[in-house]
């Protein structure tokens, strides 16, 4: 198995789009968990308390701000980290939402989810992971793209070596 970091240089086009996305992706999260603890929720309080429109706890608020700050680590360090924080995160938070619509009407509902926490999940895990996967999972990446050359290296070689042939001025005697 080939390991994609080797391949990809640190500072590659496609780092900007991962740090993009965490960054965004980290600084809606953060905003929301700081808004939820501003105001004064109890930590397990399900009563119905609302940030930006969603459903809210000082427990919900705290995880945001996490997961928040670990999206800006992510951003500052860029990358394949970021890529694959990206994906992991958006994957976490698909299961985060199916989880939680199967507690909605339950006692075990402790982070005050209702429906449009569910959808926000939803959204939020879809656009992280396609900031993570931007780039690196495609049917017809182009042959000069890292991820690509590390997935097929004999053809990436006799690519080289077959462009370096043409771009060679020719003897002439």
Same mark, same amino acid.
């Given at each position: 198995?080939?390991?994609?970091?080797?391949?990809?240089?640190?500072?590659?086009? =496609?780092?900007? @789009?991962?740090? $993009?996305?965490?960054? *965004?992706? !980290?600084?809606?999260? %953060? +905003?929301?968990?700081?808004?939820?603890?501003?105001?004064?929720?109890?930590?397990?309080?399900?009563?119905?308390?609302?940030?930006?429109?969603?459903?809210?706890?000082?427990?919900?608020?705290?995880?945001?701000?996490?997961?928040?700050?670990?999206?800006?680590?992510?951003?500052?360090?860029?990358?394949?980290?970021?890529?694959? =924080?990206?994906? @992991?995160?958006? $994957?976490?938070?698909? *299961?985060? !939402?199916?989880?939680? %619509? +199967?507690?909605?009407?339950?006692?075990?509902?402790?982070?005050?989810?209702?429906?449009?926490?569910?959808?926000?999940?939803?959204?939020?895990?879809?656009?992280?992971?396609?900031?993570?996967?931007?780039?690196?999972?495609?049917?017809?990446?182009?042959?000069?793209?890292?991820?690509?050359?590390?997935?097929?290296?004999?053809?990436?070689?006799?690519?080289?070596?077959?462009?370096?042939?043409?771009?060679?001025?020719?003897?002439?005697?």
């Amino acid at each position: 198995m080939a390991r994609l970091d080797e391949h990809l240089p640190v500072d590659h086009r =496609l780092s900007s @789009v991962y740090r $993009v996305g965490a960054g *965004l992706m !980290g600084l809606v999260l %953060l +905003a929301f968990g700081i808004l939820g603890l501003i105001n004064k929720i109890g930590f397990f309080d399900t009563g119905g308390a609302t940030v930006a429109g969603l459903n809210t706890n000082g427990t919900l608020s705290i995880l945001s701000i996490c997961v928040g700050l670990l999206l800006f680590i992510g951003m500052v360090i860029g990358g394949n980290f970021a890529s694959t =924080l990206n994906m @992991v995160l958006g $994957v976490l938070f698909i *299961l985060s !939402g199916f989880i939680n %619509l +199967a507690l909605l009407d339950t006692d075990y509902n402790f982070l005050a989810f209702h429906l449009q926490n569910v959808l926000f999940s939803f959204v939020v895990g879809l656009m992280l992971m396609m900031f993570g996967m931007y780039g690196r999972v495609s049917g017809g990446l182009p042959h000069d793209n890292p991820y690509w050359q590390a997935r097929h290296p004999e053809q990436a070689a006799q690519e080289l070596r077959h462009s370096r042939r043409q771009s060679m001025p020719i003897a002439r005697s």
